[in-house]
């Protein structure tokens, strides 16, 4: 039980374009999902904390009008980095909350060129 | 907010042997404490909780340890094996918001 799946696992873009990433709890409904990025060889940062049916909450630093999130049902969000740029280029995991703790899913590598 | 800290970021050991990875936190507030186990390219796999009511917890082959008093946490595996090399996060926080530690990359030895 438990299982977080992320779509896509990979995704290569071009500079400016925008790219959607999902994250959708299996076998859970999730009223709470995380979306954190995760740099080579650093820790996970959390971006924002996403509520099924209520806007997202942002960490400090994180634009929200580039890393648009959706959490439109309890076994659904989505994560849009709009008008991507090479820093953007990141590991970009999202977790649900199920049982009083957070499962992850498995992460999208997004490269931007 | 949280700070959190882990004592090595490497460690290396012979298979069979036990392992242990430390983990420091500064807020105090913090109730809840979770170890996860990131292979590459991979997210982070859940191991074990524990709750700040609770001192020690054990799980297969694993056990976390909890000081509150300061503000310690770690992660104690028998009887390593090739299969627990990753790195290891520590998490601590609430149910609400968890801070990672920079990660401990254990490499087991044959």
């Known amino acids: 039980g438990a299982v977080v799946s992320q779509h896509p696992s990979r995704v290569i873009c071009k500079s400016g374009t925008s790219v959607k990433i999902e994250c959708r709890s299996l076998?859970?409904?999730?009223?709470?999902m995380f979306w954190y990025r995760q740099f080579p060889k650093q820790s996970l940062m959390l971006m924002a904390t996403s509520n099924e049916g209520s806007k997202a909450t942002y960490e400090q630093g994180v634009e929200k009008d580039k890393f648009l999130i959706n959490h439109a049902s309890l076994t659904l969000s989505t994560l849009t980095v709009t008008s991507a740029h090479p820093e953007d280029s990141s590991f970009y995991i999202c977790?649900?909350?199920?049982?009083?703790?957070?499962?992850f899913g498995p992460g999208t590598r997004l490269t931007v060129l | 907010g949280e700070s959190v800290g882990l004592h090595l970021p490497t460690l290396s050991v012979q298979e069979g042997d036990n392992s242990i990875i430390n983990c420091a936190y500064s807020?105090?507030?913090?109730?809840?404490f979770i170890w996860y186990k990131q292979e590459s390219g991979k997210g982070p796999q859940f191991i074990i909780d524990?709750?700040?009511?609770?001192d020690k917890r054990q799980g297969q082959r694993v056990t976390v340890l909890l000081n509150k008093t300061v503000k310690h946490l770690s992660l104690q595996i028998a009887a390593t094996q090739p299969g627990d090399s990753a790195v290891y996060f520590c998490a601590v926080g609430n149910d609400y918001k968890l801070s990672f530690g920079a990660g401990t990359t254990v490499t087991v030895r044959a």
């Open positions: 076998d859970f409904q999730a009223t709470t």
């Open positions: 524990i709750r700040s009511n609770m």
């Open positions: 807020n105090s507030a913090s109730d809840y």
């Open positions: 977790s649900a909350r199920a049982k009083d703790t957070q499962y």
